[in-house]
């Protein structure tokens, strides 16, 4: 068992008493930074701000247009992703003395898992945050914004934070310990040299991600879908104040009864993206939420040839080994958190020994060619694994080896669009962490369209994956590169 020693005054100044801010690992870290020429992430800002206070910022003001809030849900340790967007109105903005942020302005998540980003849009979007993010503007005459967005995915930014978290229901971080993040300090020109090259790989990013969409909008238009894409996207739930929205869109659900009797609206009060269904459909289905039902409506037409996904596929659950096997490095153990329909996510990656993953990766090795599904948590994740991997699954994920002609990264695809994601959101159950059964994932319908359509959108997909990967290789560049000139000035 590691231990620390240390003096009180120390604990004094830092007003920490937990354990876990003071590992040696910590300590280490903090001593070997002190030794060089560095400074604080305070010094090299023009400011840090916390987002508005819960009640400034409640989910009832937004709109589907505006100025962008950006939230958590939208850092993905590196950019600024456009999913699960909200806006809220310039005159709310003003009136609530919201902070406008502009290009280049960097995001950290206060709460929950560490997540970095940058602002960063070719038109001139106005942004503001959400309760649950800093910003701070970096002085460019002193710090490059890019490299510091890698120096902070490094081995000496990134424990820095999580140093800073405080453990409770939800880990969180407060502005003292962003400002207090060391910094070594190498030269602007380096800086900049490195940031060309992070920038670079986030404007891969940006493209392979508009060619994934490219190819759903032709399933997507093919299947009729493209009308109704914005009535998903623009329904939003009420939620408690200071409470943001999840990572899934729910209907602000109102029922007006038209007859006592026989059918209720449910929707909107103005009646946009409403649906009338009947009292007995609702006793039945024991649901009165809008989501479930406008889901059902806009489901594959029998027009549109389909198949379900239990007569072309066998599916294989993954195993829990337990916290207590998670080791510091070994094989991998791909947890839900772990699995993005764009490529592996690596942030909190665990590890499994040797010898475990020897004893499990006969039932729960991933292979080529397979589609990993998330059904746990965040239901309805699908990944195309297209390269070997040494590793095994977490139960919240399943295996799906097809035995079909459709080409595995077209299933994903369909899985990850609004076509199957719509059923997805009726058939997840109501729990504080959602789950999709395997009964329910045999069910899901995945339409088929022509080859030659098939085709289009495999090419697209196939440009995407390589951009992911180029862009993949240029930001671990850029911190391998970071993390070797640290090592030199230390």
């Known amino acids: 068992m590691l231990n620390s020693i240390v003096n009180h005054s120390v604990i004094q100044n830092t007003n920490r008493l937990d354990a876990e801010f003071f590992q040696p690992k910590f300590l280490k870290l903090q001593k070997k930074l002190r030794k060089g020429k560095y400074k604080k992430l305070g010094e090299v800002c023009v400011f840090i701000n916390t987002g508005p206070a819960g009640s400034n910022l409640l989910a009832s003001l937004y709109t589907t247009n505006g100025i962008k809030v950006l939230r958590p849900s939208n850092l993905d340790g590196w950019n600024c992703g456009d999913g699960n967007s909200v806006f809220i109105s310039k005159e709310n903005c003003k009136k609530n003395n919201l902070q406008i942020y502009e290009n280049e302005d960097l995001l950290i998540a206060r709460v929950g898992d560490v997540k970095f980003g940058i602002i960063e849009t070719v038109a001139n979007g106005r942004y503001t945050i959400s309760p649950n993010l800093f910003a701070l503007r970096p002085k460019r005459d002193l710090i490059n914004p890019y490299f510091l967005l890698a120096f902070l995915n490094t081995k000496f930014g990134l424990p820095q934070i999580q140093r800073g978290k405080k453990l409770a229901s939800l880990a969180s971080i407060g502005i003292e310990q962003i400002a207090n993040i060391l910094i070594p300090a190498l030269p602007l020109k380096k800086q900049i040299k490195i940031g060309k090259v992070v920038k670079r790989g986030l404007k891969k990013i940006q493209s392979a991600k508009t060619l994934y969409s490219k190819a759903e909008n032709i399933l997507l238009k093919r299947i009729g879908f493209d009308k109704i894409e914005t009535l998903f996207k623009d329904c ?45 459909k609702v006793r039945e289905k024991r649901r009165a939420d809008a989501e479930y039902f406008l889901a059902q409506k806009y489901t594959i037409g029998k027009s549109i040839k389909s198949i379900q996904i239990g007569e072309i596929t066998q599916i294989f659950r993954g195993i829990e080994p337990g916290s207590k096997a998670y080791k510091k490095s070994g094989k991998l153990f791909l947890r839900v958190s772990n699995i993005g329909k764009y490529g592996l996510l690596e942030k909190s990656q665990k590890y499994i020994s040797n010898d475990l993953y020897e004893k499990l990766r006969k039932k729960y090795q991933p292979h080529i060619g397979e589609i990993l599904l998330v059904k746990d948590g965040k239901p309805g994740v699908a990944l195309t694994i297209n390269k070997p991997i040494e590793g095994i699954i977490s139960e919240g994920i399943v295996r799906l080896k097809f035995n079909t002609s459709l080409a595995p990264e077209y299933i994903s695809l369909c899985i990850n669009s609004l076509i199957c994601q719509s059923r997805i959101s009726t058939d997840k159950d109501g729990s504080l962490v959602p789950h999709w059964k395997i009964e329910q994932i045999k069910k899901l319908r995945i339409p088929i369209i022509s080859p030659e359509e098939r085709m289009s959108i495999l090419n697209n997909i196939k440009k995407s994956a390589a951009l992911f990967q180029e862009s993949r290789n240029n930001l671990t560049q850029s911190v391998q590169w970071i993390e070797r000139a640290i090592y030199n000035i230390l």
């Open 236 to 280: 939003h739930s009420e939620r408690p104040k200071g409470v943001e929205e999840s990572h899934t869109t729910n209907f602000h659900s109102t029922s007006v009864v038209l007859d006592p009797s026989t059918r209720l609206r449910l929707g909107r009060d103005d009646n946009r993206s409403s649906i009338e269904i009947n009292i007995t």
